[in-house]
């Protein structure tokens, strides 16, 4: 509480000489400034505040259009993974292989076994198929006509030896 | 009426709606020279001084609300003066790239352009030595020599220990009497 007064004693003394440090101000400096700052603070009051300003409709909406973009990026994700699950997935596209001599420049595309569409209806009535299937009916002339079209003659060459 | 009880008044008044703006102009009035030099001897500048001071005033105005009055107003005034004229050569020092010793080159700088120094050779030399102190050691020395405020009221202001302020103070002195001598 002392301390307090002294203070409040110095700032009531004139101003000490040596407190300016030979620094000077313009004349009438401190006649003007409380009115200066007035006109400052008028000012400001009149502005309204920069964060408050750029407040627009992206503000206000920003939590529910983070909410849109994470299930947007959510059913993208789910969407891709089940195409990449069917069957229809890879129609189109041409897998390679390395090169028999080893060789990873020479890329060899591998047979397009998915080059037709299957709907699940197809897909399914050929399952059915396949447990239907009588060995005594795959005949020569069947079997000849399958390795013509799936298997290339090195292929065929190879699994005879 | 103390003057303790004074301060008190014209705070309830800074935060009373319809006594507010003749609050602020008796406390701008009463308080403006003792920030301005407090001020103007840590920036050098008469231009940077007057931004700061009307900075410092602005921040008076917005924060009296919460002004809890567990310090004195002439502390918590000069403390944001000084808070506010760190902030300001800081951001010099920044922004001019400028080494340990840069705010030093800016003052120095400052001094030697400023149009509003009067005073004689000896002040001059005073100034140089002290423009070239670290920034701390400056603020303490100008509280002290110029301003001739007592330890505890500095720490109070500064927020630091009496015995942190001596050993400053202390240092301060030194290199100036070194500057004089030729050394520093």
Same mark, same amino acid.
């Given at each position: 509480?002392?301390?307090? *007064?002294?203070?409040?004693?110095?700032?009531?003394?004139?101003?000490?000489?040596?407190?300016?440090?030979?620094?000077?101000?313009?004349?009438?400096?401190?006649?003007?400034?409380?009115?200066?700052?007035?006109?400052?603070?008028?000012?400001?009051?009149?502005?309204?505040?920069?964060? *408050?300003?750029?407040?627009?409709?992206?503000?206000?909406?920003?939590?529910?259009?983070?909410?849109?973009?994470?299930?947007?990026?959510?059913?993208?994700?789910?969407?891709?993974?089940?195409?990449?699950?069917?069957?229809?997935?890879?129609?189109?596209?041409?897998?390679?292989?390395?090169?028999?001599?080893?060789?990873?420049?020479?890329?060899?595309?591998?047979?397009?076994?998915?080059?037709?569409?299957?709907?699940?209806?197809?897909?399914?009535?050929?399952?059915?198929?396949?447990?239907?299937?009588? *060995?005594?009916?795959?005949?020569?002339?069947?079997?000849?006509?399958?390795?013509?079209?799936?298997?290339?003659?090195?292929?065929?060459?190879?699994?005879?030896? | 009426?103390?003057?303790?009880?004074?301060?008190?008044?014209?705070?309830?008044?800074?935060?009373?709606?319809?006594?507010?703006?003749?609050?602020?102009?008796?406390?701008?009035?009463?308080?403006?020279?003792?920030?301005?030099?407090?001020i103007?001897?840590m920036v050098?500048?008469?231009?940077d001084?007057?931004d700061l001071?009307?900075n410092v005033?602005?921040k008076?105005?917005?924060?009296?609300?919460?002004?809890?009055?567990?310090?004195?107003?002439?502390?918590?005034?000069?403390?944001i003066a000084t808070n506010e004229s760190l902030s300001f050569l800081q951001q010099k020092k920044r922004r001019?790239?400028?080494?340990?010793?840069?705010t030093?080159?800016?003052?120095?700088?400052?001094?030697?352009?400023?149009?509003?120094?009067?005073?004689?050779?000896?002040?001059?030399?005073?100034?140089?030595?002290?423009?070239?102190?670290?920034d701390?050691?400056?603020?303490?020395?100008?509280?002290?020599?110029?301003?001739?405020?007592?330890?505890?009221?500095?720490?109070?202001?500064?927020?630091?220990?009496?015995?942190?302020?001596?050993?400053?103070?202390?240092?301060?002195?030194?290199?100036?009497?070194?500057?004089?001598?030729?050394?520093?």
């Open positions: 509480m002392v301390m307090k *007064e002294n203070m409040k004693h110095r700032m009531n003394k004139s101003e000490l000489p040596k407190q300016r440090a030979g620094y000077t101000v313009p004349d009438g400096y401190f006649d003007s400034f409380a009115d200066r700052l007035e006109i400052r603070i008028n000012r400001e009051k009149a502005t309204p505040a920069p964060r *408050e300003a750029t407040k627009g409709w992206i503000f206000y909406l920003k939590p529910a259009l983070s909410v849109a973009a994470g299930l947007a990026l959510l059913l993208t994700l789910s969407v891709f993974f089940m195409e990449s699950q069917s069957p229809t997935f890879h129609a189109g596209k041409e897998p390679a292989v390395m090169a028999p001599n080893g060789n990873s420049d020479d890329l060899l595309p591998l047979p397009n076994v998915f080059a037709y569409t299957v709907t699940d209806g197809q897909f399914f009535s050929a399952l059915t198929d396949m447990e239907e299937y009588d *060995e005594s009916k795959l005949s020569k002339d069947v079997l000849a006509d399958y390795l013509a079209t799936n298997c290339s003659d090195f292929e065929i060459l190879n699994a005879s030896k | 009426m103390g003057m303790i009880d004074k301060d008190k008044e014209l705070i309830a008044d800074l935060k009373t709606e319809g006594k507010r703006e003749m609050a602020f102009q008796s406390l701008v009035k009463s308080y403006q020279e003792r920030l301005y030099w407090h103007r001897k050098v500048s008469h231009d001084a007057d001071m009307q005033f602005i008076v105005w917005k924060n009296i609300d919460n002004f809890r009055e567990d310090s004195s107003l002439f502390t918590w005034l000069f403390r001019n790239l400028l080494s340990i010793d840069g030093s080159e800016y003052l120095v700088e400052s001094f030697e352009s400023d149009a509003h120094f009067e005073g004689d050779e000896l002040q001059k030399k005073l100034q140089l030595a002290v423009l070239k102190l670290p701390k050691q400056r603020i303490v020395f100008n509280m002290k020599y110029y301003d001739e405020m007592k330890y505890e009221e500095m720490a109070e202001i500064l927020n630091t220990s009496v015995g942190a302020l001596k050993a400053s103070y202390h240092h301060a002195v030194k290199k100036i009497e070194a500057h004089f001598e030729g050394e520093y």
